[in-house]
């Protein structure tokens, strides 16, 4: 079935670092792709999407893009800060079905440090 | 406008019992998810509402089940508790049952003991 399979974390930077979380996935079809971020003790927020193959989703400078001959889609942001600290979640959703259902990947905890 | 609000914020509930959560969806959505997000993992589809119907399912058991009201709103009801069904329950609501443009609420923490 489908799936997605993300970089286990914990992801500790310092501020104004690079990061890159890798997020792959195996789907039939061509899903959709997304970026959730979750905040301690709140809801999941989206972060960005993308619906086909080499559209970039971007927002809040991060950015990632989906390519189809990798499987892949991967969150990238130039310079971090410590307000970044979550647990960021890769998901997939599949069209032809009757639902909207997301399929999340475990989940990367990101930590930066001042 | 206002988002997805649960009730309660945190439950403790004893091994076999039964445990009613709720969730007001956002205004003009008639599409409500309900997930359970196991600690240190990520959130699994356990069923869809749309108009008071329930169109989706995911891999739970049948003690897993719901209803959507006509104002939107929803119950997630489990019977029989299990320990393993300690988690943090999420209620997604969105404008349409293929829309992608979800609202997450902040969750129900369950504690099964």
């Known amino acids: 079935g489908d799936s997605v399979t993300q970089m286990e974390g914990p992801v500790t930077l310092s501020e104004e670092a690079f990061l890159t979380i890798n997020c792959t996935y195996t789907?039939?079809?061509?899903?959709?792709l997304f970026w959730y971020v979750q905040y301690p003790g709140e809801g999941l927020q989206l972060l960005l999407k993308?619906?086909?193959?080499?559209d970039k989703g971007s927002n809040k400078g991060f950015e990632a893009t989906y390519r189809k001959e990798t499987t892949s889609f991967h969150l990238e942001k130039g310079s971090v800060q410590v307000s970044d600290s979550a647990v960021y979640f890769c998901?997939?959703?599949?069209?032809?079905?009757?639902?909207?259902?997301?399929?999340f990947g475990t989940g990367t905890l990101l930590a930066v440090q001042p | 406008e206002t988002g997805v609000t649960q009730s309660p914020t945190h439950l403790i509930k004893t091994r076999g019992q039964q445990v009613t959560l709720r969730c007001s969806s956002q205004?003009?959505?008639?599409?409500v998810s309900w997930y359970q997000q196991a600690l240190g993992q990520g959130p699994q589809f356990i069923f869809q509402?749309?108009?008071?119907?329930?169109?989706g399912r995911g891999n739970f058991p049948p003690r897993f089940s719901g209803l959507q009201f006509p104002n939107y709103s929803s119950e997630l009801n489990v019977n029989a508790l299990e320990l393993d069904d300690s988690a943090l329950y999420l209620c997604?609501?969105?404008?349409?049952?293929?829309?992608?443009?979800?609202?997450f609420g902040s969750g129900t923490r369950l504690t099964v003991v």
């Open positions: 998901a997939l959703s599949t069209p032809g079905g009757a639902t909207n259902k997301l399929i």
């Open positions: 993308a619906t086909k193959a080499d």
């Open positions: 509402y749309y108009r008071e119907e329930e169109n």
């Open positions: 789907a039939t079809g061509y899903p959709s």
């Open positions: 205004s003009g959505h008639n599409t």
């Open positions: 997604a609501s969105s404008p349409g049952q293929m829309d992608y443009g979800y609202t």
